[in-house]
């Protein structure tokens, strides 16, 4: 009716009896479809109450999807890779959160449970990039032929793992400081750590020891600092031997006091990745309270043989003890050692590995001793985790020994020397190294792994 008499006023249009007509039908209309949503709200449209919020609270009452969605994600990064979608985690009513903040799974992913997917784009760095690799590890520059090795990737089975981002690590880490304390996997690792975080800028060595065994180095612009703190055993030890590993006596291993290269300074890093292994496998003699306890592989010393797990163990149960019970704030990982791929014998007795791809899980077996070494640290590691909690020390695991063990075409086998045939020709019998990783090469993925358990997880 308003309508109507608006127009009345504008055009001066009569109410003639074809205008009540109308104005009785259309009033006769309107009330109809009033009534049909009334009494009838079954007919209404569907409008889902999801829309109230960002993401609806799942209640108990909620069905459960009985075919769940799956999609197929193809990326230049991997093959096709299937997974299936993770539900949001449940965000409370009038509580805005953005994208960053909402949890994408509400499954702790397993980061060391996968499989390496080829990669076409490759590494991030390169042998001529970076200034920062040691020569027995840089394979390419040493002459290695093949280059299939850089082109994979490793794939956790229940969720994404993204790239390595050196601008959000380093900016995350801005006034912070990391160790890597261990052997020489550990200077390794640090290299390729080094290697990615140089692509956004160099870093300065601002400290070595006499051999430059442990050094430190530092970025300017982020007040970023990351150390190498070399101590194979974590324990005090006496060792004699030189460049290529040959020992001209007996370890001194003192399985109560720690190593003071890294226990003097141990409150001073933000984030620390400790670890050790394949040392123990060396011949040595045992201390405790300064007293000789027994040996591993000592022969012609007249003393008890007690093994290398003895020892392991027992060193290991201290280091652990010492870190759960300490007053460190940060962050601590501990790494589990990475098996060698020696193959038709030893390091010292002529093994090789010529492999030239990655190996499915499965298709390849843990060496026994490296086994034994496994199971003590996950036994030692678990007992020292449930410690830390309570005391409130931050101790979590970095499990590589698996994924590592898929990788035996990653070594830099006999290109630990610049050209080692070039000389001898290529039937010739060098050595060969199985144990460290090519630069670049499988070990930048640890990289990818640690960015999403201390920067994204």
């Not at 690590?169 to 006034?175: E, Q």
């Not at 974590?234 to 226990?263: H, P, T």
């Not at 400790?274 to 012609?300: P, V």
Request: hydrophobic share 35%; with cysteine; charged share 20%.
């Amino acid at each position: 009716m308003r309508t109507l008499r608006i127009d009345y006023l504008k055009h001066k249009f009569g109410y003639n009896h074809k205008n009540l007509l109308l104005n009785l039908v259309l009033t006769i209309f309107l009330f109809g479809l009033a009534s049909k949503f009334v009494f009838f709200p079954s007919l209404s449209p569907e409008i889902s109450p999801d829309l109230e919020h960002p993401f609806a609270e799942k209640t108990n009452a909620d069905p459960e999807p009985q075919n769940p969605p799956v999609f197929s994600q193809v990326t230049e990064n991997q093959t096709t890779l299937s997974e299936q979608v993770p539900q949001l985690a449940p965000v409370l009513e009038h509580v805005f959160q953005n994208e960053d903040q909402v949890s994408p799974s509400n499954k702790k992913c397993d980061y060391f449970s996968g499989d390496w997917v080829p990669n076409p784009v490759g590494p991030v760095y390169t042998n001529e990039s970076c200034n920062l690799i040691e020569s027995p590890q840089n394979c390419l520059k040493n002459g290695r032929p093949d280059k299939e090795f850089l082109y994979w990737k490793w794939a956790p089975r229940d969720c994404d793992l993204p790239p390595f981002d050196p601008y959000k690590f380093l900016n995350a880490m801005r006034n912070k400081a990391w160790a890597l304390i261990g052997d020489s996997i550990s200077r390794n690792h640090v290299q390729s750590l080094l290697c990615m975080l140089s692509t956004v800028e160099q870093p300065v060595l601002v400290y070595h020891d006499e051999e430059y065994k442990s050094k430190s180095w530092h970025f300017p612009s982020y007040n970023f600092n990351i150390s190498v703190i070399w101590s194979p055993f974590l324990v005090e030890a006496a060792i004699f031997e030189d460049f290529n590993g040959v020992s001209s006596s007996e370890v001194q291993l003192y399985l109560d006091k720690l190593d003071s290269k890294w226990k003097d300074q141990f409150l001073n890093f933000d984030y620390i990745i400790i670890s050790c292994g394949k040392w123990f496998l060396k011949s040595a003699i045992y201390y405790e309270n300064d007293t000789i306890l027994g040996c591993h592989y000592c022969n012609k010393k007249n003393l008890t043989e007690l093994g290398f797990n003895f020892a392991y163990r027992k060193a290991l149960k201290f280091v652990l003890n010492f870190i759960a019970s300490s007053n460190h704030k940060g962050l601590i990982f501990f790494r589990t050692f990475t098996p060698d791929h020696f193959e038709n014998g030893e390091w010292f007795s002529g093994g090789t590995c010529n492999r030239k791809a990655p190996v499915t899980e499965g298709k390849i077996e843990m060496k026994y001793l490296n086994k034994m070494l496994r199971d003590i640290e996950l036994e030692e590691f678990g007992k020292a985790a449930a410690k830390a909690s309570k005391s409130g020390v931050n101790l979590k695991l970095v499990d590589l020994a698996l994924l590592s063990l898929l990788r035996p075409d990653g070594h830099p086998g006999p290109y630990r020397e610049f050209h080692p045939f070039a000389d001898k020709g290529k039937n010739a019998k060098v050595q060969n190294d199985c144990l460290h990783w090519c630069l670049p090469g499988p070990i930048d993925s640890w990289n990818d792994i640690l960015m999403e358990m201390v920067v994204n997880g």
